[in-house]
């Protein structure tokens, strides 16, 4: 056989290969289902309307109205970035429950909510002047780098007045998920579960909270 005959044939060999890999191709890819949509199961939503005060419950497929705001369906957590303000969903809330608690007699008010670094360091220094010590002080103020006011992820509502309408909002509080943490403060409160789910174990006070995270311990020091 001359070398070109053979190299025809080899040519016709690959053509032919190159044919049926083609073939294939297009007989595989129809028998290919195509990826179905599945929609993520709802989980149920809770909106809230601040000019009527209605608390209306939706799900995480239909969301709220731009009418409403959400109230989340997470614990709350900090940014990366320092806000200026409370975070908007614990305000939405927090007016979720006063407005619940309004329709009941009770009156809530935030008495310290968001708090700058500075005012946090100021309350933590008069703290420590008045407890003699940093760790008595952090039974009741946090420092500025570990309280979660300057976070916008606590408040302190009704201090030092209506007790009452406060303990509606402890028992009542995890429904828009807000819940009391510290068992030596009554009037602090923060947004640490979704709503309608469980509190936790209230911690002794502010500083056995910390004692139980390890960075948050380091960071007293
Ligand atoms: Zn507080």
Redesign the pocket.
């Known amino acids: 056989m001359s070398k070109e005959r053979i190299l025809i044939g080899l040519g016709i060999i690959g053509y032919i290969g190159a044919v049926f890999f083609v073939i294939s191709l297009a007989r595989v890819s129809p028998a290919q289902e195509p990826a179905k949509y599945v929609p993520a199961p709802p989980t149920k939503l809770l909106c809230f309307n601040s000019k009527t005060e209605e608390l209306r419950e939706s799900d995480s497929n239909l969301g709220c109205t731009t009418e409403e705001a959400s109230l989340g369906g997470a614990p709350i957590e900090h940014g990366d970035v320092r806000p200026n303000g409370l975070n908007p969903t614990f305000a939405i809330r927090f007016q979720a429950a006063q407005a619940a608690a309004k329709k009941l007699g009770y009156r809530l008010q935030i008495t310290?909510g968001f708090r700058s670094q500075n005012l946090q360091a100021r309350l933590f220094a008069d703290a420590v002047k008045k407890y003699g010590s940093e760790e008595e002080a952090s039974k009741w103020v946090l420092p500025r780098d570990i309280s979660h006011?300057p976070w916008g992820t606590?408040i302190?509502v009704n201090y030092p007045g209506d007790k009452v309408a406060v303990k509606w909002l402890e028992e009542n509080g995890s429904t828009f998920g807000i819940c009391r943490v510290y068992e030596n403060?009554w009037?602090?409160f923060e947004p640490v579960i979704a709503p309608g789910g469980t509190c936790p174990k209230m911690a002794a006070n502010a500083l056995s909270s910390l004692e139980s995270s390890p960075t948050g311990a380091e960071d007293l020091n």
């Open positions: 310290s006011h606590a302190d403060e009037w602090h």
